[in-house]
């Protein structure tokens, strides 16, 4: 019996170093989080990286799961060029829709950045981040973290990108801006007359 055993414990033993490689691989290869955003013009799909951008990303989901973006409006659209430009959407500090603030992730920490159809979360000074999140059409790099700028040189948060659904982004960025629409004297000629409404967001399976 104590041979058996020994045979046992050497078998485990060989096996253990493979094994221990194996867990991390398992973890790498993991689906992370996708969302369905249907709004009035049509619904697309955002994969979160919680993995590279854990409170961010994380941040979006709950905002997700408590449906606290349902019924909010890409309130900002911001043409620069044809099919260039970004878009905003949240809730505008509306009490019921504000969670608390989150830490910020400059892109130098996470390794993402500010490309065509991610996902950034807007800011004032780093850590105010709530529930205002921008998504951009077009590379905006100018939006990344850049540490040898100088004052506030940590960027925006990118957390997510669109995977399926980019015709929907375009759609939204061509909504008629009103002129003389405005949020307290800020994004003068950058608000839609008629917004677009995000009707829900939702978590769905990966394919």
């Known amino acids: 019996m104590k041979l058996w055993l020994a045979l046992i414990a050497a078998v485990l033993a060989a096996f253990a170093p493979a094994l221990a490689q194996d867990a991390p691989a398992a973890e790498a290869v993991r689906a992370l989080p996708m969302v369905d955003i249907s709004t009035d013009v049509g619904t697309f799909t955002v994969e979160v990286d919680t993995r590279r951008a854990p409170i961010t990303g994380n941040n979006f989901l709950a905002y997700v799961d408590k449906k606290m ?38 892109t130098s920490q996470t390794g993402l950045s500010h490309k065509d159809g991610y996902l950034s979360v807007a800011r004032f000074e780093p850590g105010s981040a709530r529930g205002e999140f921008t998504i951009m059409l077009g590379d905006q790099t ?3 973290a850049n540490p040898a700028g100088l004052g506030d040189n940590l960027g925006y948060a990118a957390f997510a990108r669109v995977v399926k659904g980019r015709e929907v982004l ?38």
């Not at 659209?77 to 809730?91: C, I, M, P, R, T």
């Not at 939204?172 to 405005?182: E, N």
């Open 170 to 207: 375009t759609r939204i960025l061509d909504t008629p801006v009103d002129p003389a629409k405005t949020v307290g004297g800020s994004f003068a000629g950058e608000m839609p007359g008629h917004p677009i409404r995000l009707i829900s967001a939702r978590r769905i399976v990966a394919p």
């Open 69 to 106: 973006l349902d019924g909010v409006f890409f309130y900002r659209v911001v043409k620069a060029a044809e099919n260039y430009g970004f878009l905003q959407f949240g809730g505008l500090g509306e009490a019921k829709r504000v969670l608390p603030p989150i830490a910020h992730e400059p």
């Open 142 to 144: 100018w939006l990344d």
